[in-house]
């Protein structure tokens, strides 16, 4: 019997192993949804959705699929896509008080507008093709203009400024793209749930577009399976970071809004998405290890930390994990049902004041000069307050420095003058040796492509500001290359300032359940920040000017030419031998001149010599003007009759 | 003028009047001046309309509007070879037969020639009770002949059809198949006392049919008929029905792909959730299909699964059956564009033709979903086409009950997926416009059909393929025609390089499908008017047209008329003032001079 049943047993794992084999691997496509909520310091909350959808190694991506949506799978296939980021934002990321330095941040604070960047695995020659060929793709699917990032004037090909060190990266953003439900609706499509059920099911548009900041993020990387002939894995990251402002009741200005989801956003939750392999909402509070207890050790404790004097949740929390700064409440939406949704409240009882990590140089950029002819781009770098704190500094020589990254690109019709770069080191002009540890530039070409610079400087710990200028001159477009509403200026894109020695991660010490989302904010991540967008005025022509300058143009010459040609043929002795005989009398032409000059002057008639009838004058007159009159309309008639006859 | 006429001239002589005379030659200067400037600005007029001028590639219209021409008067037509043989007959004349199946062909065909028919040859051969065979052959002899005896005539048509398939197969595979594929049908007569009248008729696989019974002399008339519908019916029509679907609705892209696209609608996952193994039932039962396929079209295949996607229909509760039920009335509903994301990027994609095939799990309100036919019938498949998209399939669960509060995660068993693989198939020949029954009934008795593997039968595969290349050159000639049309009624819009030598190279693999076709290379006449079809698609969706780069003559005239109508003006007034002038002086001059000579 027991031999019978080793030997049934060994069947079935035969079995099962063939069936693992027929499969490719036993892993399954897997999806998993988390909401991270966090109150900011500026009486504001932030709520960052993440969903992740892995699909296994396989050869039939792109072909078939269960949960994975084919549309992406499809897209990577076939243009050969490593890794890319999609990310259409509006409204920019505050970094001084919604945080510089933490993982969130640094993935999610993304420029204004579109920015897209690919990595593909394609000979380096079809690069550029496979670039234009994704973003007509991608502008398809996502209902965005994403193909004028196709010219070769838009995109660049960063090298290390940017981050991923690699020579078939494109960049290119669009700072002019207005970011709306259009562009929600076929990134939801993507998700199994959409926004049918889950967590998604917050996601009520009008709540959403009316935040402060709202950046939905698609970023996808293959993995390699390192087996021989099966294909790589697919990871899809869809985030979407909100920034909204609670209603506040309370009448106390210092005190922290209390807010639930509903009141957020107008929804609750029912249920997870039953696809989810884990759908987790979690509360992340900073900075109040000076009220809380310093240990979470004991059970009361724990409760105290959900319910205490300084505020209160309104659901119990699974866990609470706790890190240097913050803490971070789990909770399973699980639970909740069509009867008893899931609706997380947070109660403030204590006004609290708290200030977020920040990266260790804030950037701004500004336009400098006047006119429409010249300027000057400056970025601005100030220390912050925590500089002191933070780690990554690096001891060369006994001297402690900070590295920062800044990459920029710049339309062709911004001509930078690199002879002209500029860096202030604390209000004093240093030399390129001095702070400059590496710098790339690739110049514009007019019409062709956009310039880039990226630059590394190695700054002093200690410093205060750094100040980078920039002269450019404006250049001149064609009539065509306007856009329509031209008069509104042009959109440099933003700078990227990285710090590439300091690293944002979060790791909460305890790590039981392999959640996505707190794995993705284990991993370091490098620390960066975007500047403005900059608006250039240019010169921009009078739309018209063609067409006066050849009605101007033509009909002098035609005058001159007129004139000339009567000139040419002219009798003169002929005209004054007539002007003789006819002095005596004069015309009937003349005639009606005097008397029309007469009457304006108001006199009287002084010649009564000619007793012609003036009536008979005009009526000929008049009978001429209207043969002329029906000359010009006939020929009117007639350009129209075989113009339109076409 | 006339105030002048006082005024004397003393010193000419008094019968000159100076009114109507001169003395003087008239000067030939002004005239000379006025008129150069008018030539010259003439000459300038060709230089003008050159350097205005477009480019626009010279298009072959004639050949265009003679291959539309062609098509339409001379509708292509495929040789095909007919074979009767006659066994086991005792006194029949071979010649008499073949004029009176020709007849019975004809009288079936109503003399139509549809495009993408056969253009047949009949031979008949009759074998008699002795082995002994009396041949008619075809005009055009082919180099397969039957050879006498092979087939036995008491020994036919025992055991199962398939292997009766595969004999004939044997006995008829000397063919060439160089002039157009040949088709037989084979005619046994059982001299059985015992046996019943009963008369089988099969329909094979391959190209053979054959028609075994007793006493099938007597009935002679009737099976000489029966052998030329046989003809008609199965190995020229395909046994489709002639207005059923025509031949513009074929389902393939223009680049010559079908993409089938599966789609496992969960319409409400809180209930269930199911999910199949596609793959293993692609690898299995599709690719034979496809592989069939291939010379038609290049048939690729994805599935994928979706949730939350109700129909937008309604379905009521029947009593009676137990279950919800949804009619044909609500057909044009059930489809949720809305809702249901079955799209393929398009990047991906390309021109290629989309197929959709859903497979749609009710959700607990409404399980089991049936369909209702108009006759209040039950369907059997449970599902519907529409024509050049797609078909649905309602699949219903099992166990309709949800026990548990989570929603269980099922897989759909392989029996289960076999049998919706088999129903798509069926929907799939329909979009092709074949009949899904296996067999077929007319007025003379019923045929059986012999299904095969491969979804297509081979004499169903000729079919496609002659309808296939027909449609295409269909399709290419009026894609060239709207072109040709586009291009001559907008006569000054830029026409690239690009796009002439599309349509030439169109032109030239439209004839060459032709020729092909009227030799009987089926596949490479197939494979050219695809690729003449793609080119003229290539040609009239060139991005140079769709962007309309057009310099309009309003344009053009709003350009130049500035310069041009005030100083034409000038010059043509001067000079026909000259002309004029110069006119009436002469005369003047050569009354002077007619006075002078008379004085």
Redesign the interface.
Known sequence: MASLLRSLFLLLIVQSFLVAIAFGSNEVEEFSEALLLKPLPDRKVLAHFHFENRAPPSNSHGLHHHLFPKAISQLVQKFRVKEMELSFTQGRWNHEHWGGFDPLSSMNAKPVGVELWAVFDVPQSQVDTSWKNLTHALSGLFCASINFLESSTSYAAPTWGFGPNSNKLRYGSLPREAVCTENLTPWLKLLPCRDKDGISALMNRPSVYRGFYHSQRLHLSTVESGQEGLGSGIMLEQTLTVVLQPDTTSVESNMQPSWSLSSLFGRKVVGRCVLAKSSNVYLQLEGLLGHGSKNVDTEIEAHGLWKNADFELSLKPERVLRESSSFLFIFDIDKSSDSEPFDLGLTWNLPSKWSCQQAPLHASRFLMGSGNERGAIAILLKATESQEKLSGRDLTNGQCTIKANIFQIFPWYIKVYYHTLQIFVDQQQKTDSEVLKKINVSPSTDKVSSGMMEMMLELPCEVKSVAISIEYDKGFLHIDEYPPDANQGFDIPSALISFPNHHASLDFQEELNKSPLLSSFKEKSLVRSYTEVLLVPLTTPDFSMPYNVITITCTIFALYFGSLLNVLRRRIGEEERFLKSQGKKTGGLKQLLSRITAKIRGRPIEEQSSSESPAAQSSVLSSKLIFKIILVAGAAAAWQYFSTDK | ME??SD?LNPGITPEFDPKTMRSTKPGLK?LF??SS?LFSFLLGVPFLWKSVEIYRSPLPFHDIDSLSDQLESTPLRFPCNFHAVFVGFRSTDPDNLRSQIQDGINQLTHQSSQCGSCDFSLSVTVQNREDQCSDTLAHSSTTCSYCCGVIKRNGFGVGLDDTVDESLNDVFSGCSENSGKMYSVVVVNKENANGGDEVKAVVGKRRHAWIVGNGLEERYGDIVARVSEIFVQAFMNGGREEDSIQGEFMPVGSDGKIVLSFSLLNSN??DW?Y?WD???I?EALLAPVTKALAPIANI?????????TPKSSFSSWDKKLQSYIFRTSDLPFFVNSNEW?L???????GRSKILQFVVYIPSGKECPLLLQLPNGEISKTNGFISPMWGGVIVWNPGNCDKDSE??SRNTISLQDLEQIVEIFLGQFRQLFGFKSEDNYTSGLGTYKILPSERGFTEWELDVLSRKHTCFNLHSCSTTLGSLSRLVR?L?RMIIKDEIGEQVKYSLKAAKLAQSNASLGGYSSSASSSREARSLAENAFFHPSIMSVSYFS??HCF??YS??F???I???VL?AV??WKRYKQEKAKYLTWLTRKKTT
């Open positions: 105030e002048t005024r002004r001046i006025t400037v996952p809180r959730v999910d596609f793959q293993r692609d690729s295949v994805e599935s994928q699964v979706l949730y939350h994301h799209d393929t990027s398009a990047g991906a994609s989570s929603p009624s006569p003559y309003e709003a350009v500035p310069f109508l005030p100083v003006g000038h010059v001067a003032r000259e």
